[in-house]
Nanobody, 125 residues
């Protein structure tokens, strides 16, 4: 059983900043990658930012230059620093991890997707 716990969401004014955290726990042999998606009512879940175990970062077009993803010093931890927030950034933000549950999964390069429960970010004056 693997769990991802997100924190850091809340209400912020336009132009402000927030930092989201995601911590993975449970039966994790190794983490292939971790990152963030967001989803609004009636919308698809869109990529915000992702980072691989080797440190390769990928960002959604709408957040490039404003958001920054990083790995924490603690194992299986990822952060999302969000600056210059806009009302259109209002969404539920979900942490996603690509996890190797066992050594055999790692040897076969078979990673499984695990999602957190989501944290709401509201950008409004």
């Amino acid at each position: 059983q693997v769990q991802l716990v997100e924190s850091g969401g809340g209400l912020v004014q336009p132009g402000g900043s927030l930092k989201l955290s995601c911590v993975g726990s449970g039966s994790i042999y190794s983490m292939k990658a971790m990152g963030w998606y967001r989803q609004g009512p009636g919308n698809e879940r869109d990529l915000v930012a992702f980072i691989t175990g080797g440190g390769l970062e990928t960002y959604g077009d709408s957040v490039k230059g404003r958001f920054s993803i990083s790995k924490g010093d603690a194992k299986n931890t990822v952060y999302l620093q969000m600056n210059s927030l806009k009302p259109e950034d209002t969404d539920v933000y979900y942490c996603k991890a690509q996890v190797y549950f066992s050594e055999s999964d790692y040897d076969r390069r078979t990673a499984s997707d695990v999602w957190g429960q989501g944290t709401l970010v509201t950008v409004s004056s």
